[in-house]
């Protein structure tokens, strides 16, 4: 376990939006890393809460986990949260070797704005125009795998679909116009009304990137959800159908916003869940679990064995 490690220098000055921890599985060889994003609508830097409950699962299934904290929007606007992530990204693979992890392997994984952060980076790995300048350059951004507990992803949409009108995401931001008002995490984020600004919130929507080469995604969303509503997760889902990429949608009746843990280990809130692949394209009974998790990472982010590559040997 590694602590506070500085992927770029802090900025301001005493800023906690640059630092990761480590959590590393005893191995000889190299191991896939998942990069871990807690959510907090951007409004702080607590990027790395929950990495060790991630890490208490995924480390024992062979994989790194690193909790990555990115600036919130108090500290920048964006671009600057996206610049963050995938410096975080770079760095990692720059110090690959002296951590034991497997560089062509890395996957994401976040919810709320973690999930965006996810999201964003899952959709724009090396387009030069975003890389920013933050931090160290030269290796790629790109990530491998996404798995995005109910992301922001087209923010003028939101309201539109909002349970109860939107009422109690407004009590709680002190709001009176959802997302679109100007105190809003989102026009926070850009630092201006959303709805003044529809070409910028288009440059910080993750559904804006989607193209054919994005890497596979596994969302999950709540149909409860009184802060991001489910039909976000599902826009990006059907962006991403509609471009060929490979995607799944996890979709729970009984989930509300914040309940990532919960989604994979409750057995209320994952009672009539069901998932909807880009494969097949028909939505099915699952029973969602870290298992769920653990078996998309599996599938995107192992290297093929020796035995995989001998010639006529079944995967």
């Known amino acids: 376990m590694h602590k506070g490690l500085a992927y770029a220098p802090a900025d301001p000055s005493g800023n906690q939006g640059h630092l990761l921890d480590l959590y590393l599985p005893e191995s000889s060889r190299p191991t896939p890393l998942v990069i871990w994003s807690h959510g907090s609508g951007w409004l702080s830097e607590n990027g790395r809460d929950g990495v060790d409950i991630v890490a208490q699962h995924l480390n024992p299934a062979g994989f790194a986990v690193a909790g990555v904290a990115i600036r919130s929007s108090s500290a920048t606007q964006f671009p600057g949260q996206l610049h963050d992530i995938k410096s975080a990204i770079r760095w990692l693979r720059t110090e690959a070797r002296k951590y034991n992890v497997d ?4 996957g994401i994984m976040g919810e709320s704005s973690g999930g965006w952060a996810a999201a964003m980076a899952g959709v724009t790995g090396d387009v030069p125009a975003l890389e920013g300048n933050v931090g160290v350059h030269g290796p790629s951004s790109a990530v491998q795998a996404v798995v995005a507990f109910y992301p922001p992803t ?11 009108g939107g009422v109690p995401f407004n009590r709680v931001f002190g709001l009176t116009e959802g997302h679109n008002d100007p105190q809003s995490p989102e026009s926070r984020l850009l630092g201006a009304p959303i709805r003044d600004y529809p070409h910028r919130v288009a440059e910080a929507n993750p559904i804006t990137y989607v193209r054919p080469s994005a890497p596979p995604f596994l969302i999950l969303h709540g149909q409860q959800d009184e802060f991001v509503p489910h039909h976000q997760g599902r826009l990006l889902y059907d962006a991403l159908s509609k471009e060929g990429t490979r995607a799944s949608f996890v979709s729970y009746p009984h989930a509300g916003h914040g309940t990532w843990r919960p989604m994979l280990e409750d057995a209320a809130i994952r009672q009539d869940a069901s998932i909807m692949s880009t494969h097949d394209g028909q939505p099915r009974p699952c029973r969602p679990s870290w298992d769920t998790i653990i078996a998309f990472l599996n ?12 010639p006529g040997r079944a995967r």
């Not at 087209?154 to 109860?164: E, Y």
């Not at 599938?299 to 001998?310: I, K, M, N, Y």
């Open 154 to 164: 087209d923010f003028l949409q939101m309201d539109a679909h909002m349970p109860d």
């Open 103 to 106: 560089a062509a392997h890395i």
């Open 299 to 310: 599938e995107h982010l192992r290297a093929p064995s020796a035995d995989d590559l001998v």
